[in-house]
């Protein structure tokens, strides 16, 4: 990744009113938030079956709450991008409300620099709630489902 590439990203992020990105590829790893003063901090990639927070000197950032105060599970959002809850805009939704889902349930997608992936429930359930809207653009960590 160059330069440019990193200049782009940020256009992204200020386009879209993001905070927070994050990407990782071929064991390369890149973290920008906006409005610290820490540096950025890249480092090798970790092999992780649920996202993690990139190492940082600053402040200790608060993860979304996981649902256990309410008996729910969140499906939360891996990366920054733009969410779809269908494959196309006139197909079905992948998952709605009711529906049982399993680890390899495929429940959205999620774009990001021009890229469709496919985001997999990771839990098995019925999905419980919706949270986030079709087509806005999701921060990383954001909840997405809610599932029982």
């Given at each position: 990744?160059?330069?440019?590439?990193?200049?782009?990203?940020?256009?992204?992020?200020?386009?879209?009113?993001?905070?927070v990105?994050?990407?990782?590829?071929?064991?390369?790893r890149?973290?920008?938030q906006?409005?610290?003063?820490?540096?950025?901090?890249?480092?090798?990639?970790?092999?992780?079956?649920?996202?993690?927070?990139?190492?940082?000197?600053?402040?200790?950032?608060?993860?979304?709450?996981?649902?256990?105060?309410?008996?729910?599970?969140?499906?939360?959002?891996?990366?920054?991008?733009?969410f779809?809850?269908?494959?196309?805009?006139?197909?079905?939704?992948?998952?709605?409300?009711?529906?049982?889902?399993?680890?390899?349930?495929?429940?959205?997608?999620?774009?990001?620099?021009?890229v469709?992936?496919?985001?997999?429930?990771?839990?098995?359930?019925?999905?419980?709630?919706?949270?986030?809207?079709?087509?806005?653009?999701?921060?990383?960590?954001?909840?997405?489902?809610?599932?029982?």
């Amino acid at each position: 990744m160059d330069l440019k590439d990193i200049k782009a990203i940020i256009d992204l992020m200020k386009k879209n009113d993001l905070s927070v990105f994050e990407m990782e590829k071929d064991g390369f790893r890149l973290k920008l938030q906006k409005g610290v003063d820490q540096p950025i901090i890249s480092a090798p990639a970790t092999v992780a079956t649920s996202p993690t927070p990139a190492v940082s000197n600053g402040p200790p950032v608060a993860l979304p709450a996981t649902g256990e105060t309410t008996g729910l599970k969140d499906i939360v959002s891996p990366m920054v991008g733009t969410f779809y809850r269908g494959g196309s805009p006139d197909a079905p939704p992948f998952v709605d409300v009711g529906k049982t889902v399993t680890e390899d349930t495929v429940v959205c997608i999620i774009e990001a620099m021009k890229v469709m992936n496919e985001i997999k429930a990771e839990t098995s359930g019925v999905i419980a709630e919706v949270v986030a809207e079709s087509g806005k653009p999701v921060q990383f960590g954001q909840v997405l489902f809610r599932v029982r």
